[in-house]
């Protein structure tokens, strides 16, 4: 991949890979956003590094409003494990960025299933957080669930961020590069704990869950 240039002010390069300067995991990629420059020569590529990720929300809405009838076919655990596997798959991808990737395979392909995973997983999990409890505890237990996922993912951005500033190359074109490549890969970690979470506390227990009910 081949950013445009830096300026003589030394500020980094708009392009595919700006876009992705901001590290995400699984919410914290909706704030990853191609940085728009003021000046009119960058608009150009900033625009292009906009439609690389259109694909994203637009699968993630389509799979987002048939969350509630893909649930009551396969159930919340084939689902939930449907929406991080992929999310986890597609941040994996998107990590091995470096400025020689092409833009449809390095940025193009991952988003589409990354958006795919966004868009199965929220609703599942976050009942996923509830099951079981009392209801009239059901309002306490979903505020506590999304209290987490807030607090988590601001925390896992942080140190995403703290762990890209420490890259350096001595060229800001590679350090842009080199830092975003470090923060998603820290994100492709976190996404693979958040799998291995899914499928060996929610799933069995979901599965246990109903065998005691029959």
């Not at 009119?40 to 048939?66: I, K, Q, T, W």
């Not at 299933?113 to 009942?127: D, E, K, N, T, W």
């Amino acid at each position: 991949m081949r950013p445009a240039a830096t300026d003589d002010t030394g500020d980094a390069p708009a392009g595919p890979l700006a876009g992705t300067s901001r590290p995400g995991g699984p919410s914290g990629d909706r704030t990853t956003a191609p940085q728009r420059q003021a000046r009119p020569s960058a608009e150009g590529p900033a625009r292009s590094a906009g439609l690389a990720f259109l694909p994203m929300p637009l699968v993630d809405f389509v799979l987002a409003v048939r969350v509630p009838r893909l649930l009551e076919w396969f159930g919340r655990p084939r689902v939930l494990a449907a929406g991080v596997v992929p999310t986890a798959v597609g941040m994996t991808w998107l990590s091995r960025l470096d400025l020689h990737t092409p833009c449809l395979t390095g940025v193009a392909l991952p988003m589409p299933v990354i958006g795919a995973g966004q868009g199965l997983a929220p609703a599942p999990m976050i009942s996923s957080g509830v099951d079981g409890v009392a209801p009239e505890d059901t309002g306490a237990g979903s505020g506590l669930v999304t209290t987490v996922h807030q607090v988590g993912s601001a925390l896992a951005l942080s140190i995403l961020t703290a762990a890209a500033a420490t890259v350096s190359t001595g060229h800001s074109a590679a350090d842009v590069a080199a830092r975003t490549a470090t923060a998603l890969t820290g994100s492709a970690v976190l996404l693979a704990l958040a799998v291995a979470a899914v499928l060996t506390l929610i799933v069995p227990a979901r599965a246990s869950r109903k065998q005691r009910t029959m």
